[in-house]
């Protein structure tokens, strides 16, 4: 029996236990939101301030006093003002010295100063501890209580048990730290909220300039062309025909993008014969951001079906079809069963289903939610042994869908293949050079490279 108490005795956390008071200088939004937030987990806040007298903006169960009283009251300082008003803190630091200081300010822009907030402000005040932390935290967040999309917290110092306890507050504040190691990490945690999707810019960017380049590419061949030789007005293919046209096209190549860059770093390391020599700083970051290009590439596919659906309930689809019906009535004549394109068709839109059903699970698995919970080796057979059978289907749909066009010549207005033909460069390129890695003369070779021989062992120094 004492042994089972024992055991629920430990499992209890010690609720009773009085935590230390935290000094927050600064009285702005975020030093209000954070005290806020300290309060409602228990920890008595002490504010200072220039001015001791009390404000109805401040929390009403912390105190306020001056600078120099609230730091001796206090042995963790979070410092919520802006680096430029820093040098009030020189004179106070014999009061600070041995305290634990908490930067968690924020710049402009990127790499706005020659070091961090952090370093610069361990250089004024020596004799304390600092450490960086809650800069991707907004006071908005802390306020409203919506913090699931900024729930980590990213703390660095040279302090270990420093670190320790700003890390034990942020547990507190109902947050996860996040170690990112000594206080040189800083800089890179201050950049952190000023990057604008950084891993998206290169997708977006390229997915803009092919959308680009393939509607005004349309426009020419689909809606210039037959205006100009056959005197009719398509112009209403920009709302629907043009852009089933352009979706598939960048989904087909964007996905053939994702694998490229693997294709290429194989070569390079049957060239090299070792895998222990950087990959081209181009090549580099082409793989980095192979995820958002395989989630553009899902959103354009996911285009393509909406509008593919759209076709039976078109104006000009209705009136093709009343028209081909109208004049086989006047002709008292009926078109008979064409098995071959029935089965074209049918092989068409069944490739293109599971070709999409593969493409769906792909964005699914690159979750962070569904991804944590799978190991490394189930994760890359999803992403590269489904994710090249995803390739070779959509590769296929779109084969099968004007493979017996290639040869007619209506298919090159003004000299011009179809888009669709142009999407199959990429793809076959990447595939073929694929199937040509699989051949065990080039497969053993570079698996033997990947597991760490070299054909050169100097590179490895």
């Not at 702005?28 to 404000?55: C, E, N, T, W």
């Not at 999309?149 to 270990?160: E, I, L, P, T, Y």
């Not at 951001?289 to 590439?297: E, F, T, Y």
């Not at 590269?384 to 059978?389: A, D, F, H, R, T």
Request: hydrophobic share 45%; glycine share 4%.
């Amino acid at each position: 029996m004492s042994r089972n108490s024992y055991n629920t005795m430990a499992l209890t956390p010690n609720t009773s236990k009085k935590r230390e008071t935290v000094c927050i200088f600064g009285t702005g939004d975020f030093g209000r939101a954070l005290g806020h937030k300290m309060i409602q987990s228990g920890y008595p806040v002490v504010f200072g301030s220039r001015s001791a007298q009390p404000s109805s903006l401040i929390p009403k169960d912390a105190e306020v006093l001056s600078h120099t009283e609230a730091a001796q009251k206090a042995a963790i300082i979070i410092i919520a003002i802006q680096r430029q008003h820093y040098n009030f803190l020189t004179p106070l630091a014999e009061v600070l010295h041995g305290k634990v200081l908490v930067d968690v300010s924020n710049n402009l822009k990127i790499n706005q100063y020659p070091e961090s907030n952090a370093e610069y402000l361990a250089q004024l005040v020596p004799g304390a501890k600092v450490v960086k932390a809650f800069n991707t935290v907004s006071a908005w967040a802390l306020q409203s209580g919506t913090l699931d999309a900024s729930r980590q917290v990213f703390v660095c110092g040279d302090d270990m048990e420093a670190k320790q306890m700003v890390m034990d507050i942020v547990r507190a504040l109902g947050l996860t730290p996040l170690d990112q190691g000594s206080l040189l990490a800083a800089q890179e945690i201050e950049n952190y909220p000023l990057q604008l999707f950084p891993m998206w810019k290169f997708p977006m960017i390229l997915s803009l300039v092919l959308t680009a380049f393939f509607f005004f590419y349309c426009l020419i061949r689909d809606v210039i062309y037959s205006y100009v030789y056959e005197k009719k007005d398509f112009s209403f293919f920009i709302a629907i025909s043009i852009p089933n046209r352009i979706c598939p096209a960048l989904a087909l190549i964007l996905l053939a993008l994702v694998y490229l860059p693997g294709v290429l770093a194989a070569i390079l390391q049957l060239y090299r014969g070792t895998k222990y020599r950087r990959f081209p700083d181009w090549l580099d970051k082409w793989m980095l951001c192979r995820k958002q290009l395989g989630l553009v590439a899902l959103a354009f596919a996911s285009l393509h079906v909406l509008y593919t659906l759209v076709i039976p309930i078109r104006s000009f689809v209705r009136w093709r079809i009343s028209s081909s019906i109208l004049s086989q009535a006047l002709k008292n004549e009926t078109q008979p069963l064409n098995t071959t394109y029935s089965w074209l068709s049918d092989s068409y839109l069944a490739l293109g289903i599971l070709g999409f059903f593969l493409f769906v699970l792909l964005g699914i698995t690159s979750l962070p939610s569904v991804s944590n919970n799978v190991n490394w080796r189930e994760f890359r057979f999803v992403q590269s042994k489904l994710g090249y059978v995803t390739l070779i289907l959509c590769t296929a749909h779109t084969l099968v869908y004007g493979g017996n066009r290639f040869l007619s010549p209506s298919s090159y207005r003004w000299y011009l293949p179809n888009v669709y033909m142009l999407s199959l460069i990429i793809p076959c390129i990447v595939l073929v050079v694929k199937f040509v890695l699989v051949f065990p003369c080039l497969d053993k070779p570079l698996t033997r490279i990947r597991q760490g021989w070299e054909r050169n062992p100097q590179y490895s120094e």
